[in-house]
């Protein structure tokens, strides 16, 4: 807006007054000063062009007035201007009024969920849970799981040996049982959790009731059902008596537990050979329940582990009596049952760290 300087100095002011009145940055500032002050089309520039023209008569009082004005215009502007700076935080200032930041919260890792929960569920059935070391030798990894060297059930699996010595244990176990072959068994990464039966069993005599779970590894290539390294879970139990009914209803409430209620059992005779007799043991299909899908090959069921009754030479390696003891074991993979829980079709989901993936399964 032009500023008519004809209006006189009083009423010139009272509108600068009002305009500065609605201020408050320093672009608005810098116009507002502009428009005032300015050599040319501003209020003085008016105001020299109107002094001009005067009657001399007038040109004194007019001089003085515009003075005044200009001297209070300056002035207002200046205060103005520091005004607004004050309000300015300074460089790297903290601006405690800022709302704070909500932290995000972690998801707990599907595998971490699953072998949680199995670990609850055999505490609460009395059972030892350990965890035990990857790195094994050969004597606890095979040999004494009734694995000799020649043995053909070592080519079962594939395994990754290591260039060091396992360092030897800082309390070492009760000498019984068999010793190991050769003097320095080899250096392996776990290709099972089974070991720790061997490991157990070597420091306790029995009753033994233990899960272990833990990384195991393989010499396998990724792929959709396949990593090097992958989690199982191992039981053991050990005392006078026992049968492979006990394995049976152990297994069914298990299964219960991890897939819900009515969960079947069904075993299929197979060879370990730490076991005697030895069966796969397969689920209901957790999908069709039994009615035939794609995901159990429209046979009802589903294979979820391997397991038997201890082998009279596993007890024989750690120095208890087969006459006088039985026991079951078992061994499960822990991928494999989340695959199946929920429904993941490529187990390489669980090691990529895909926050989307990961937030599905809960805290
Ligand atoms: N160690 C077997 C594997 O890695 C699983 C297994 C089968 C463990 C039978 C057992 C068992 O304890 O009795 O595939």
Known sequence: ????PSIGPDRARAVFDEELQGITTDAALRDLRHRWLARSGSWVAGFMDLLAAAAPAEKK???????ELKRHVEQALGDREAA???????????????????????FRHPLSLIREQIGDIFSRLGYQVLEGGEIEDDYHNFEALNMPEEHPARDMQDTLYLATPVPPPAVPPPTRGRAPRTPQPLTL?????S?????????????????????????????????PMFHQVEGLVVGRGITLADLKGTLTSMATALFGE?????????????TEPS????????????????????TGWIEILGSGMVHPAVFEAVGYDPAEFTGFAFGMGIERVALLKWGVEDIRL?????????????R
């Open 189 to 193: 990464l776990r290709t099972h959790t």
């Open 279 to 298: 069966a796969e043991v397969d689920i209901r299909c957790i999908r069709c329940q039994g009615a035939g899908c794609a995901m159990c090959k429209r």
């Open 350 to 362: 669980f090691y990529e760290n895909d926050l989307r993936f990961l937030e599905q399964f809960g």
């Open 1 to 4: 807006m032009r500023i008519n």
């Open 84 to 106: 607004l700076a004050a309000t300015k935080r300074p460089e790297g200032a903290v601006d405690i009024t800022l709302p704070g930041r909500q932290p995000s919260l972690g």
């Open 262 to 274: 009515g969960q079947q059992v069904r075993f299929r005779p197979s060879f370990f050979p730490y």
């Open 195 to 227: 070991a720790m039966q061997i490991r157990q069993m070597e420091r306790h005599d029995p009753p033994v009731r233990l899960v272990a779970i833990g990384p195991v590894y393989r010499r396998d290539n990724l792929d959709l059902t396949h990593t």
């Open 61 to 67: 009082a007019l001089g003085r007035g515009a003075n």
